[in-house]
Nanobody, 127 residues
C-alpha cells in the first residue's frame, strides 16, 4: 500500500511558477513509476507528466512541454512538478499517482494504469 500526499498548490498570476510535491509513504518508492494528472470540474482527468522509477525517462503532455519539469528524489520518497510560465488554462486540481512497474525505464501516460492516487492539490492561475 502506498499513500500519496500532494502539496505546493495555490494561487499564482499568469507567467508565474509553482512547484508541486508529492510525498509517498512506504519503503519501496523506487519500485513505482510516478505521474502527474490534472482535472477541471466537469472534464476528464488529463495526463500532465510521468517519470520512470529511476528518474531517467520522463514524458509530458504537449500542453505543458517546455514549461513543466518532473523530477523525483527516491531517497526522500518524493516526486516534484516544477511549473513555470503558468497560464490560466493550467488551472485545475493536480493529482500525483503511483504505478508499480517492473521496468525501470517505463513511463505511463494512461491514468487507468495507475495503482495509487493522492487527494489532489488546487492550482489556480489568474490572468
Amino acid at each position: 500500500q502506498v499513500q500519496l500526499v500532494e502539496s505546493g498548490g495555490g494561487l499564482v498570476q499568469a507567467g508565474g511558477s509553482l512547484r508541486l510535491s508529492c510525498a509517498a509513504s512506504g519503503r519501496t518508492f523506487s519500485s513505482y513509476a510516478m505521474g502527474w494528472f490534472r482535472q477541471v470540474p466537469g472534464k476528464e482527468r488529463e495526463f500532465v507528466s510521468a517519470i520512470s522509477r529511476s528518474g531517467t525517462n520522463t514524458n509530458y503532455a504537449d500542453s505543458v512541454k517546455d514549461r513543466f519539469t518532473i523530477s523525483r528524489d527516491n531517497a526522500k520518497n518524493t516526486v516534484y512538478l516544477q511549473m513555470n510560465s503558468l497560464k490560466p488554462e493550467d488551472t485545475a486540481i493536480y493529482y500525483c499517482a503511483a504505478l508499480f512497474i517492473a521496468q525501470a525505464m517505463g513511463v505511463v501516460r494512461e491514468s487507468a494504469s495507475y495503482d495509487y492516487w493522492g487527494q489532489g492539490t488546487q492550482v489556480t492561475v489568474s490572468s
